[in-house]
């Protein structure tokens, strides 16, 4: 089973190893093995892809795998039309590798870079983060009708309802809590839903060959190279995000094309399926995806605009938390209390899982996300190498 | 003394040489430990960087409400749900939805079967 795939992503090289031990003590899953002073190696069967290793490695020994060769391909192949999308998180990081502060916000010059680097159309996730809302926090009101024995939802899951964008999660709940499943939301994730999008409607919006369409998207993860290698994401009828590159990997290109990013103008996405909100942006840090469905469940089942549309409680960095929301629910005249919980580090969510399944679970609606603080800190982001000088 | 030295465990040689490799690896799990402590501090400050860059973004959006996006009513009424916006349709279903684990296999044979109808 150990047998190397292109879908195992995440590799230490034994010739750097130093045997320090440190990547097992963030291992969310204990797929490391080896002790102090050993080369240690990835039991793949048990490795989620999140790459917390690979930036916590003080040696720089672990890499993930890389298509950068295949992306820069596709850049200059004149027959292919090469879209791009670009994940919340990656524009407060992607700064860090040009000398810049943490969280500063570099979204106008990397789509100025994007653009300059050849892409056809410079497209955003957080499209796509608002269309997951739309159907994810739908699914969510669905099942809670169906729990409240309103006819005509019968078909819709149970509660709670778990998050879906996070691929590290899907895979290990699928390795570990198989009949935690029909409690996770059906819904893709940003990356698939863009992708499945982007060879449909925008193809035909604009007048393009989606057999000649090259999907590209730049995530803050690891397990998102994974992700997009899922046989299952072929809605469009081709394979719906081609390739996958990191935060660090765009960095390097831009680079590599001697862009000068530090002083490039402001620039925005391409429309149609460009255009972002506020609750999109927010899906790249713990609480943001639970933030912005609430937002929406809100105003679409009270029928009211909200007064003040920061949910605090949901916000931070404790590894769970939890809130419960009263919702008035205009069709059914009742007001509802709504549980939610977030959860962060995988290595919390197993009491969670375990609650539900033993039917002891007050939740409606959990988030859970892989990495410690969300996708900001994900496996694909800058390395602060300067922590271990 | 020949008692003694028959009941004593270690020789004098083999007593230095164990603890010489003990303090050596002391020192050694020490240095581990302080690299990783500081790491993990230090990440945190990152971290708690990028999540106010991220809030802050969301504090100067125009729009800060999913179902308020203008392109996603529009690929609402114009693809998904023509005329309406629905979300969850068949359209929507077969596009923008999954299913894991062991219905995986049964999900590609279904979108292979019925691909989406050609732009």
């Known amino acids: 089973m150990s047998t190397f795939t292109s879908r195992d992503i995440i590799h230490v090289d034994p010739s750097i190893c130093k045997g320090c031990d440190h990547c097992t003590s963030v291992c969310p899953t204990r797929a490391i093995h080896g002790t102090i002073g050993e080369k240690h190696r990835i039991d793949h069967r048990k490795c989620v892809n999140c790459g917390q290793c690979l930036i916590n490695c003080p040696f720089g020994a672990i890499s993930d795998l890389s298509a950068l060769d295949t992306l820069v391909q596709a850049l200059n192949d004149p027959n292919k039309y090469v879209v791009i999308q670009v994940a919340p998180a990656v524009r407060v990081a992607l700064g860090e590798e040009f000398g810049m502060q943490p969280g500063t916000n570099v979204k106008g010059k990397m789509f100025a870079a994007l653009r300059q680097l050849g892409f056809d159309q410079v497209y955003d996730t957080e499209f796509a983060a608002d269309l997951t809302i739309m159907e994810e926090g739908t699914e969510l009101i669905h099942r809670i009708y169906n729990y409240a024995g309103v006819a005509g939802f019968e078909e819709s899951g149970p509660l709670p309802q778990f998050t879906s964008c996070c691929p590290a999660w899907i895979k290990y709940a699928e390795d570990r809590y198989p009949h935690i499943l029909p409690h996770i939301s059906s819904a893709k994730s940003p990356q698939q839903m863009f992708g499945a999008i982007a060879k449909t409607y925008a193809a035909q919006k604009l007048d393009v060959d989606p057999a000649k369409m090259y999907s590209v998207s730049v995530m803050p993860c690891t397990a998102k190279k994974y992700e997009c290698d899922r046989p299952e994401f072929i809605a469009s009828g081709y394979k719906d995000v081609d390739v996958v590159i990191t935060t660090r990997e765009l960095a390097n290109l831009i680079k590599q094309q001697g862009i000068d990013f530090r002083n490039l103008n402001d620039e925005e996405a391409d429309r149609l399926i460009g255009s972002s909100t506020g609750a999109a942006t927010i899906f790249g840090v713990t609480g943001g995806v639970m933030e912005a469905a609430l937002r929406t469940a809100y105003e679409l089942l009270s029928g009211k605009t909200l007064g003040k549309i920061e949910f605090k409680k949901v916000r931070g960095l404790k590894p769970i938390r939890e809130a419960t929301v009263e919702i008035p629910v205009k069709d059914l005249g009742v007001t509802v209390p709504v549980n939610v919980c977030i959860v962060h580090g995988l290595k919390h969510v197993n009491g969670i899982i375990e609650d539900v399944l033993a039917g002891r679970s007050k939740y409606h609606f959990i988030e859970v996300m892989n990495c410690p603080g969300g996708c900001i800190n994900g496996g694909g982001q800058p390395i602060r190498h300067e922590m271990y000088a | ?119």
């Open chain 2, 1 to 119: 003394m020949k008692i003694l030295k028959e009941s004593s465990v270690f020789t004098r040689r083999q007593f230095l040489k164990g603890s010489g490799v003990l303090v050596i690896s002391a020192v050694f799990m020490g240095i581990f430990a302080k690299v990783g402590f500081d790491a993990v501090a230090a990440q945190e400050d990152v971290v708690q960087k990028r999540v106010a860059g991220l809030y802050s973004l969301d504090e100067k959006m125009t729009i800060r409400k999913s179902h308020e996006n203008p392109e996603i009513i529009q690929l609402y009424k114009d693809f998904l749900s023509p005329g309406e916006i629905k979300p969850v349709s068949d359209k929507a279903h077969h596009l923008l939805h999954t299913r894991y684990g062991e219905e995986v296999p049964g999900l590609i044979a279904e979108l292979k079967k019925h691909p989406i109808e050609a732009a």
